[in-house]
């Protein structure tokens, strides 16, 4: 009952920026963590950034300080901005929204950053 889609995604040089965008809609109220998940080319799918359940935000230790978590309730959607990017940042890029035990997922969007 929920719908996530990603935006924002693209081909930028190393050392630019992108601001990738989730909307959600459906049981919006439901929610109760969102987060930023990443997938490159023969790894496994990894946390990026979150929010966590007492509200404060979580990243990995390859994105702090270059990557930023946030959100605009009104638009019910999510943002990562993404700065000084690298090319092992390339990587599909999936919203996520947990309610309860189940995740929902978005379609993902492309990051490619080029050397």
């Known amino acids: 009952q929920v719908q996530l889609v990603e935006s924002g995604g693209g081909l930028v040089q190393a050392g630019g920026r992108l601001r990738l965008s989730c909307a959600a809609s459906?049981?919006?109220?439901?929610?109760?963590?969102m987060a930023w998940y990443r997938q490159a080319p023969g790894k496994q799918r990894e946390l990026v950034a979150a929010f966590t359940k007492v509200g404060s935000r979580n990243y990995a230790d390859s994105v702090k300080g270059r990557f930023t978590i946030s959100r605009d309730n009104a638009k019910n959607t999510v943002y990562l901005q993404m700065n000084r990017l690298q090319p092992e940042d390339t990587a599909v890029y999936y919203c996520n929204a947990r309610q309860s035990d189940y995740d929902y997922w978005g379609q993902g969007t492309q990051v490619t950053v080029s050397s």
């Open positions: 459906g049981t919006i109220f439901s929610i109760n963590a």
